[in-house]
């Protein structure tokens, strides 16, 4: 019986150590939580009419880590674009703005665009923390420009409690909190003309 025991030992040392990882790209799991959660948020209200437009190293951002918490040997993958993407087109967000459509550019000099930039993303201390530069244009002529910066909620305690099969969700709730946090604060500088 011993033995037995030494010898998973062994095993998981050397899956610990060589390199060997349980991916997990949380923002595949994105729309499923949405589809639970869309319509739980509250926004500000705002009249404005716009499309929107993600910066392209937001796009394909990829971020990386591990938590002591659920064990080394999962490799948790955060795509913000596609997280943040999947936000904007939540039912609680497109309720909050006139219309919020994809599409335009800041070049363009056609009505109002948002252009959102990534400027930092980390999962730390149980939390995202979220920095993103947002620019409104009207015709093309710049309105607003402003970096945003966030922390998610922190979900410690679910990591703790349910290991790696709540670390996804806790993931997706606090990146999610931190943007909803800097959408606020957005739609409240959104000048009123």
């Given at each position: ?17 060589t ?68 936000t ?26 948002i ?19 947002i ?59």
């Amino acid at each position: 019986m011993t033995r037995h025991i030494w010898l998973v030992f062994v095993i998981a040392l050397l899956g610990a150590t060589t390199g060997c990882s349980i991916k997990h790209p949380v923002a595949k799991d994105y729309p499923q939580y949405l589809a639970k959660n869309g319509n739980v948020g509250s926004l500000p209200k705002t009249n404005l009419e716009s499309t929107y437009q993600i910066d392209g190293k937001t796009q394909s951002h990829r971020y990386e880590f591990r938590a002591a918490t659920v064990g080394y040997a999962h490799l948790w993958i955060v795509e913000f674009g596609k997280i943040l993407d999947a936000t904007l087109n939540a039912p609680y967000v497109q309720s909050s703005f006139g219309t919020l459509e994809k599409g335009g550019s800041v070049t363009d000099n056609a009505g109002n665009v948002i252009d959102f930039k990534l400027t930092r993303y980390e999962f730390k201390h149980y939390r995202a923390y979220v920095s993103m530069n947002i620019v409104l244009s009207n015709n093309g002529t710049e309105v607003l420009n402003k970096t945003y910066s966030s922390e998610g909620a922190s979900k410690g305690g679910r990591m703790w409690g349910m290991g790696p099969f709540g670390m996804t969700t806790s993931t997706l709730d606090s990146t999610r909190s931190a943007i909803d946090k800097i959408l606020v604060q957005f739609i409240n500088d959104i000048p009123n003309n």
